[in-house]
């Protein structure tokens, strides 16, 4: 793939990009769109000299990671740590929700294979590996204020004070419309902002933990429009 105007050369002032640095990155890591950390926007905090701003100031693929030599690891990172200790590089603040998700999710894409991993109460359930960074903390004991609901508005959804009672995950979706045939709506019917996780229902597909809206529903949950994006009854 070709990503400058001219083939860059050693002491050139400057290397001209085809297109912005992010579109160039999506060209080929087209999954990287949703669920991930949003780019070509202005940082809210202090970014250490580390990480790369574009000329506007926007923070991009690049700002994390690098596309050449000089990286640390297999994601090509900018400085020699992973996980939860590389986005508290930037997002120090553990205060209570939106944020405190952003500092301990522990990844800026979240992953879409699914594992089979053992869960309490389960017998080799299918979890993607988003969901189970969420139920470590969403378990009903920790992040109790997930679960257990105050006054639920119309069009909002309650996952109950019982995790047995929330909404499920690990399942899959195809095997769900093919035994309740019409409660469902078909696969290629779902909106974009649906995302199954190898055919698997997860914590990802209703809430987005890079998102800004309320409870980081991955889309307005307005007249149980969430809801009735995928159910149909």
């Not at 080799?124 to 105050?150: K, N, P, Q, V």
Request: with cysteine; glycine share 10%; proline share 4%.
């Amino acid at each position: 793939m070709t990503c400058h105007l001219t083939n860059p050369t050693e002491g050139a002032e400057k290397y001209l990009f085809v297109k912005e640095i992010s579109a160039l990155c999506i060209s080929c890591h087209k999954d990287a769109v949703r669920l991930s950390h949003p780019v070509d926007m202005k940082p809210s905090m202090k970014i250490p000299s580390d990480f790369l701003l574009d000329r506007k100031g926007n923070l991009t693929c690049n700002s994390c990671h690098t596309t050449h030599k000089g990286s640390y690891g297999k994601y090509h990172l900018r400085v020699a740590s992973i996980g939860e200790p590389f986005c508290i590089t930037c997002h120090q603040s553990l205060s209570e929700g939106a944020e405190l998700h952003r500092s301990t999710i522990g990844s800026a894409h979240m992953a879409g294979s699914v594992q089979s991993r053992y869960w309490p109460g389960s017998i080799g359930g299918y979890l993607d590996e988003g969901s189970i960074r969420c139920l470590i903390c969403h378990d009903a004991i920790f992040a109790t204020e997930s679960l257990i609901g105050t006054a639920v508005q119309a069009g909002e959804y309650d996952h109950g004070g019982n995790i047995g009672l929330s909404h499920p995950v690990g399942v899959s979706y195809r095997e769900a419309t093919v035994k309740y045939k019409g409660a469902y709506r078909k696969l290629e019917k779902l909106p974009q902002e649906i995302r199954l996780f190898d055919g698997f229902v997860g914590c990802g597909s209703c809430h987005n933990p890079y998102g800004r809206r309320h409870f980081e529903l991955v889309m307005s949950n307005e007249g149980s429009a969430l809801c009735f994006a995928c159910h149909m009854k």
